[in-house]
């Protein structure tokens, strides 16, 4: 074999390795707050921000901090070093990636996620178009 073939299939081997570890530590999946809190490591956590316990800002250390239930309903403050993301009150779900430290989670991103126009319930109740229980009406 040619030396620059041997150089250049070991690089590839090399780079294939680097990529697949990096890889694998950024996808982990989603945790709950108590799976967070034993993996030491960064997690990402689906919850709710819980309304009936204020949300505070302080401009002078720049961190948002909220309380939120993870999808277990175990409930966690959530301190965030950034401003209050936009919709944060509309949110039907919260995404969070950062790690836990003691009985506070550190938010390193928060993903807010929005109610879509096409999964609105109608005014009555009933379910709208674009809806997975959506029927039409007969004609």
């Avoid at 030396?3 to 945790?31: C, D, E, H, N, R």
């Avoid at 250390?61 to 301190?79: H, Q, T």
Wanted: hydrophobic share 35%; with cysteine; aromatic share 12%.
């Amino acid at each position: 074999m040619k030396t620059k073939t041997i150089i250049g299939a070991v690089f590839l081997v090399g780079f294939t390795g680097l990529l697949l570890t990096s890889f694998g530590q950024q996808v982990g999946g989603y945790m709950d707050f108590e799976q967070a809190a034993a993996s030491g490591g960064s997690a990402h956590v689906v919850g709710m921000w819980v309304e009936d316990q204020p949300f505070t800002y302080d401009p002078a250390s720049n961190v948002f901090a909220f309380s939120m239930s993870d999808e277990s309903g175990n409930v966690r403050r959530v301190s965030y070093s950034n401003p209050k993301p936009a919709n944060f009150e509309d949110a039907e779900k919260l995404v969070i990636e950062g790690y836990a430290d003691g009985d506070e989670f550190i938010a390193e991103n928060i993903l807010v996620k929005c109610p879509s126009k096409y999964n609105a319930a109608a005014p009555g109740g009933e379910t709208g178009p674009g809806h997975p229980g959506y029927e039409a009406p007969e004609s």
